[in-house]
């Protein structure tokens, strides 16, 4: 049962490589603005500037779990936003082993945490103040009380 496991989850990896090379690619013109002048006498100009959100909690289901990372954190990352995700308590190894490789990278600490858990960690990063977006991704009875959870702290963007 083991090895199958193992098989399962390295075909994912390829995908999620895809996923984080693609974003990499798109964070220069994710965060670059426009400007183009109005139509007026003044010399007025329109100007477009993008900002990140800021602390992003990050919730993955418990099945493509390298998937569900990758297209949630990647994102995230390009645009600038710190992010916070939670593995499933029932699959959290391959995530957990892919921690250090963000220190290794560069990344300085607490632009990318990862937590395991339940639903308890997840309520608690939906109820959280500091958190400015949540990514959801799981059944529809939990998505709820997530929406819940942030409907009580300060209306966390999904």
Not at 10 to 39: C, H, M
Not at 138 to 149: F, I
């Amino acid at each position: 049962m083991g090895v199958s496991i193992i098989v399962e989850v390295t075909r994912f990896i390829p995908n999620a490589i895809k996923i984080f090379r693609y974003y990499a690619a798109q964070a220069y013109n994710a965060l670059q603005g426009e400007s183009w002048p109005v139509d007026d006498d003044e010399g007025s100009y329109r100007i477009v500037q993008h900002q990140p959100f800021g602390p992003c909690a990050l919730i993955g289901a418990w099945n493509a779990t390298l998937t569900f990372f990758a297209y949630k954190i990647a994102p995230a990352l390009a645009t600038g936003n710190t992010v916070i995700f939670k593995t499933s308590e029932k699959s959290p190894l391959s995530v957990l082993l892919l921690a250090p490789l963000f220190k290794k990278a560069g990344f300085p600490d607490g632009v990318v945490d990862i937590v395991s858990g339940g639903a308890s960690a997840g309520n608690l990063l939906a109820r959280h103040m500091g958190i400015r977006l949540i990514s959801f991704t799981g059944s529809a009875p939990a998505g709820k009380k997530v929406v819940e959870a942030a409907a009580q702290s300060n209306l966390s963007r999904f």
